[in-house]
């Protein structure tokens, strides 16, 4: 531990490893449950039966109080959103974010997809933001500090015009789901960790179509933009090694994109 930060040991990463392929299997089963018609709720179910039949614990529910293991978010809901009564329509952008622990050590990713076909701007949002995530990812694999992932996410959302949800960031992760150090989605002054093996971090773009401006709505939860336009957000864990990086909730730790970004992704 060195600043608060908590170095991870290669055995470490395999078992939060074991956790995040789980993670990647209730979001694919919380994707195919989502479809016009359907209530957030039913897509959070989709995802409590992957974990709960994995033999693993949701990271997510209980947590300060949450009511459910996913956040399941609908179009200018960026983040958190309670799954609830919210029927799902076609042209929706929808993000689903949940997590899970083995042996206690957690696992933490999201992704957003369309309900049907998406309008192209709406189309764009959704790419560009999964974009800067892997762009992030990328740089993580020879970045000096942390400031050189978020340089890399801000420089994909400022070509696509998209605004970073201001406040929200990515984390470490390991024996809780949130620790430090933050990793921002852009630039900012000061100086920043730097990147050494043992690290593992959850790299999580949130962009939006307005402005970065947010609002809390009253179930103390839901983040909305202040002014309606809408969302996305996806996230990776990724572990940090002496012999490079794994995504960790990738059960091929992300080499099918990485590998086209100049990365090979090494087991750790």
């Not at 479809?35 to 989709?46: E, F, H, M």
């Not at 043992?198 to 609002?215: F, N, Q």
Request: charged share 25%; glycine share 12%; with cysteine.
């Amino acid at each position: 531990m060195a600043r608060g930060i908590e170095y991870k040991t290669r055995e470490q990463m395999r078992v939060m490893a074991r956790a995040g392929v789980i993670v990647e299997r209730a979001l694919a089963a919380a994707r195919a449950a989502a479809a016009p018609g359907v209530t957030t709720r039913d897509v959070d179910a989709a995802a409590r039966e992957v974990i709960e039949s994995a033999g693993a614990t949701s990271n997510f529910l209980g947590y300060h109080g949450f009511p459910a293991v996913s956040c399941v978010s609908v179009n200018e809901e960026i983040v958190h959103g309670i799954p609830g009564d919210r029927v799902l329509r076609e042209g929706d952008v929808v993000s689903v974010d949940c997590g899970a622990i083995v042996e206690g050590w957690h696992g933490d990713s999201a992704v957003t997809f369309g309900i049907g076909e998406l309008s192209d701007r709406d189309k764009r949002l959704v790419d560009a933001t999964r974009r800067s995530m892997w762009a992030g990812i990328a740089a993580l694999a020879t970045a000096q500090r942390l400031d050189d992932v978020s340089a890399a996410i801000e420089d994909v959302a400022d070509a696509a015009g998209l605004y970073p949800l201001e406040g929200y960031v990515g984390h470490g992760i390991g024996t809780a789901m949130h620790q430090a150090p933050d990793v921002m989605n852009y630039r900012t002054r000061g100086r920043h960790p730097r990147v050494k093996a043992g690290m593992c971090l959850a790299i999580e773009p949130m962009l939006v179509l307005g402005t970065g401006d947010s609002r809390v709505l009253e179930d103390d939860w839901t983040i909305v933009s202040a002014d309606g336009s809408r969302g996305a957000h996806w996230e990776h864990s990724i572990a940090v090694h002496d012999d490079g990086i794994w995504v960790l909730t990738a059960s091929d730790g992300g080499r099918e994109v990485l590998t086209g970004l100049g990365v090979t992704p090494v087991a750790p």
